[in-house]
């Protein structure tokens, strides 16, 4: 079952334009909810994460916007450059000290100078 | 050395040999994380350990043998390996069990 579903599978943005990736969950008991950004041969690493008492988290260029009725959650990359591109996957977790992360499929970027 | 090293990074194995993957944690954490990555698919979480008690074993085949000798090493002991075994090994650490989860870079295996 999965539990947490992401789009698109493939995204490819020009330079400057803004990379939008959605994700939707079904457990609403999930409290936690990161992005992780994996560039080819390098594992994920963590890029931003929100928790549902708010509706939107930004750092930098990305932005995390999160619909707690729909559950659904998405990340915006503004300003998308070359160095972005790479696979990014959503995740989400019942609170921070839950150990479990059920991951997204992931959605390879690519941004063409 | 910081972070999560994963040793080797690569490994190509016949079904019938034996081989580990190694993880080094230098965070000061207390849990650590093996997952398997297959392309197009979800990151599947294998096995879980804190304080070197495993506390999650995600119904895995018993080809796969974790060890976690103390807190900042964990092994994955490999034997008679299928094909479909063939993927991107990951292995994290967190504090107490919880979020945000370190990843390493991974060891790509290739069963012949």
């Known amino acids: 079952q999965q539990q947490v579903k992401q789009s698109p599978q493939s995204l490819i943005v020009q330079k400057g334009g803004i990379s939008i990736i959605n994700c939707a969950y079904e457990?609403?008991?999930?409290?936690?909810f990161p992005w992780y950004q994996q560039f080819p041969g390098k594992g994920p690493a963590l890029l931003i994460a929100?928790?549902?008492?708010?509706s939107e988290k930004k750092e930098g260029r990305f932005t995390i916007s999160f619909n707690k009725s729909a559950k659904q959650f998405s990340l915006h990359i503004m300003d998308s450059q070359p160095g972005d591109s790479a696979t990014y996957f959503c995740?989400?977790?019942?609170?921070?000290?839950?150990?479990?992360?059920?991951f997204g499929e992931g959605t390879q970027l690519t941004v063409n100078p | 050395e910081t972070g999560v090293t994963q040793t080797p990074r690569h490994l190509v194995m016949g079904m019938t040999n034996k081989k580990s993957l190694k993880c080094e944690q230098h965070?000061?954490?207390?849990?650590m994380y093996w997952y398997k990555q297959s392309a197009k698919k979800p990151l599947e979480l294998m096995f879980v350990?804190?304080?070197?008690?495993?506390?999650e074993n995600n119904s895995v085949p018993s080809r796969f043998s974790p060890e976690c000798p103390n807190s900042s090493h964990l092994f994955l002991h490999l034997h008679t390996l299928q094909p479909e075994d063939s993927a991107l090994y990951l292995c994290?650490?967190?504090?107490?069990?919880?979020?945000?989860?370190?990843f390493g870079d991974g060891t790509r295996l290739s069963i012949l």
């Open positions: 994290a650490s967190s504090q107490d069990g919880g979020q945000p989860q370190h």
């Open positions: 457990n609403t008991a999930f409290d936690y």
């Open positions: 929100i928790r549902p008492d708010v």
């Open positions: 995740a989400a977790s019942i609170g921070t000290s839950g150990s479990r992360l059920t």
């Open positions: 965070l000061g954490h207390n849990a």
């Open positions: 350990y804190s304080l070197e008690e495993r506390v």
